[in-house]
Every structure is written in C-alpha cells, then in structure tokens.
C-alpha cells in the first residue's frame, strides 16, 4: 500500500483541521518512516527478490519494530499523546492514533504472509493483493481520490502556493505510486531514496498546507 496510506492522511483533516497535513501523512506513513532508518542500521532486513510478488520485488525478511501491530499500536499512543499536547482538539489523540496503526491494516490487505504480530512472533500475516495489481491499483486509487476530494471539502486555498503546491505534491504522489513497481538498485539506494522521499513528502505537505485555510 502507497497511496491509500497518504489518502487517509488527506481525509483525516477533515476531524482535526488544525493538525497541519504534514502531521497527518507522518501519521500514516509513521512505520515507512521509522523503517528505512532501522533497515539502514541493521535492526531490520529487507532483501530485493523480483518476482517475490507480483506489483514490489521486496522481500521484507524481518521488520518487527516499524510494522508490528503491537509496535504501532504502542507508537500510535505515543505520537497520538504528542499531537494532543501540540493541538489540544477533541479528536486529535483518537485520529492521530488511528492513522498510525492503519499502516499495519493497509498492508496486511496488499502485502504477502510477512506482516508480524509482535517482535518476535512467529505468525505473520499478509492477504496479497500486491499479486493482484488491478484490483489493488483500483482500491488505492479511489481511496486517493476520496481522500483528496474530503482534504478539498475541508480546506481552500490563500494563495497560488496553497493551489499548486498541493496539485503538485498530489500528482507527485500519484506518479511515485505508478513507478513504485520498478526494483531498486539496491538496499542501500532502497533505504535512501525512501529516507529522502519521505521526509521530502513530510514537508511538502506542511508547506503546501500553510498555505491553506480551513472552510467554514
């Protein structure tokens, strides 16, 4: 799962409008930032294997620290109680939450048998959609298009940053989900190009969103 992840981060500013969008994607995308680092030191392992599934050649040999269910679930509290510290909203600590283990929902649907439970757990689960490319392409893209249609209900734009930032990192995402199927060159290139695209996603969201305003 890509963008279905960044879609519910769009949608979710609909309950907590004063939560900037960057908050929300580093929400949802928390287990894809926090991995790349722990594959980078050796925590976690990733191998390239093409052919290991139909739509990624990843083989995510271990990562129990940035994609369990228990290891999100306890991330989740914790990035949710420093949102609800920073914005005190109502909403802000469920829906923070909520993003961050929707991580491990959304890949449990696309990925193969290898999203863990817990750290050391030795069942894993995963329904494979990624070996069903259509199908799968259909749902994350209309979840990207409902995310960002809601994202759109809530906010309008101040300025032509507002407008063209937002198009801009919209279409990126979009055109980064359809060459997501192409095999890096290697770990290392994997784990930077993720590090650098991520963190770079994470502050194009924030700049383009601080140059919008919330409808009334």
């Known amino acids: 799962m890509f963008i279905g992840h960044f879609a519910l981060g769009f949608a979710a500013k609909r309950a907590t409008p004063r939560v900037s969008l960057a908050a929300l994607f580093g929400a949802a995308q928390f287990a894809d930032l926090l991995w790349?680092?722990?594959v980078a030191v050796g925590v976690e392992q990733v191998r390239i294997e093409p052919g290991i599934t139909v739509a990624t050649p990843?083989?995510?040999?271990s990562y129990p620290y940035s994609h369990s269910l228990v290891m999100l679930i306890l991330w989740g509290i914790l990035f949710a109680w420093i949102?609800?510290?920073?914005?005190?909203?109502?909403?802000?600590?469920?829906?923070?939450?909520a993003l961050v283990v929707?991580?491990?929902?959304?890949?449990?649907?696309?990925?193969?048998?290898?999203?863990?439970?817990?750290?050391?757990?030795?069942?894993?689960?995963?329904?494979?959609?990624?070996?069903?490319?259509?199908?799968e392409k259909i749902l994350e893209i209309v979840m990207y298009v409902l995310g960002l249609w809601i994202y759109l209900r809530a906010t309008t734009a101040r300025d032509a940053i507002g407008r063209w930032g937002l198009w801009s990192i919209a279409a990126f995402l979009f055109v980064g989900f359809l060459a997501s199927d192409a095999p890096p060159p290697s770990v290392t290139a994997l784990w930077i190009m993720a590090l650098v695209l991520g963190w770079l996603t994470i502050a194009w969201a924030y700049w383009a969103d601080t140059h919008?305003?919330?409808k009334s």
Request: charged share 15%; aromatic share 14%; net charge positive.
């Open 212 to 214: 919008r305003t919330l």
């Open 102 to 135: 929707s991580h491990w929902v959304l890949d449990v649907l696309v990925h193969r048998p290898d999203m863990p439970l817990y750290p050391g757990g030795g069942q894993r689960l995963g329904f494979g959609l990624w070996n069903h490319p259509v199908p």
């Open 83 to 97: 949102s609800r510290r920073l914005v005190p909203d109502r909403y802000v600590f469920a829906t923070t939450f």
């Open 36 to 38: 790349p680092a722990l």
């Open 58 to 61: 990843l083989n995510f040999i």
